[in-house]
T-cell receptor, first 115, second 110 residues
Framework: DTGVSQDPRHKITKRGQNVTFRCDPI?????LYWYRQTLGQGPEFLTY????????KSRLLSDRFSAERPKGSFSTLEIQRTEQGDSAMYLC?????????????FGPGTRLTVL | LAKTTQPISMDSYEGQEVNITCSHN???????ITWYQQFPSQGPRFIIQ???TKVTNEVASLFIPADRKSSTLSLPRVSLSDTAVYYC???????????FGAGTTVTVRA
């Protein structure tokens, strides 16, 4: 059973550097989501793709953040000019998008530390 | 979005049943209830989902009273590996944005 995978699992970077994370969803899932989670809090929605189309972006996603999902397969989340406040766990989830109650399956996350 | 309120933490012992109650007084007719479990340094894992009455799967049971203003997640005979954060979410059908609160940290002791 191949679940959602994310790479890298951990990333340490210096303030001002750019970072890129990758998410590979479950193969037959056409919806893909990005969330951010800080210590002691639940995940917060960042953005959502239906196939290759990015349909919504949260206000949390500043202009330093960009996400893509070319060809509706894997997705990348890039953060430019990282700040210490960007330190968090970045979670990717995917779902089939067919049912009214569309269960989202999460990956293990990428933990970002900005020094 | 209907807000949820759940206890911050709960302690239990191995072999006991753990019941976590979530309040969602403003739940709408087209809202349903979902519970996720999260271990440290992992993504949330779907546990169970329901709209009304009782739902049971191999992991847990979900009890929803007729007024749907609350729900109770029941974990039978917990083990140490059930120590995790449990999130109660309320969302509308076809609403793709999951809204997580702070969750309930359940600690199971030997």
């Amino acid at each position: 059973d191949t679940g959602v995978s994310q790479d890298p699992r951990h990333k340490i970077t210096k303030r001002g550097q750019n970072v890129t994370f990758r998410c590979d969803p479950i193969s037959e899932h056409n919806r893909l989501y990005w969330y951010r989670q800080t210590l002691g809090q639940g995940p917060e929605f960042l953005t959502y793709f239906q196939n290759e189309a990015q349909l919504e972006k949260s206000r949390l996603l500043s202009d330093r953040f960009s996400a893509e999902r070319p060809k509706g397969s894997f997705s990348t989340l890039e953060i430019q000019r990282t700040e210490q406040g960007d330190s968090a766990m970045y979670l990717c989830a995917s779902s089939m998008g067919l049912a009214l109650t569309d269960t989202q399956y999460f990956g293990p996350g990428t933990r970002l530390t900005v020094l | 979005l209907a807000k949820t309120t759940q206890p911050i933490s709960m302690d239990s012992y191995e072999g006991q049943e753990v019941n976590i109650t979530c309040s969602h007084n403003n739940i709408a007719t087209n809202d349903y209830i979902t519970w996720y479990q999260q271990f440290p340094s992992q993504g949330p894992r779907f546990i169970i989902q329901g709209y009304k009455t009782k739902v049971t799967n191999e992991v847990a049971s979900l009890f929803i009273p007729a007024d749907r203003k609350s729900s109770t997640l029941s974990l039978p005979r917990v083990s140490l590996s059930d120590t995790a954060v449990y999130y109660c979410l309320v969302g509308a059908f076809n609403d793709y944005k999951l809204s997580f609160g702070a969750g309930t940290t359940v600690t199971v002791r030997a």
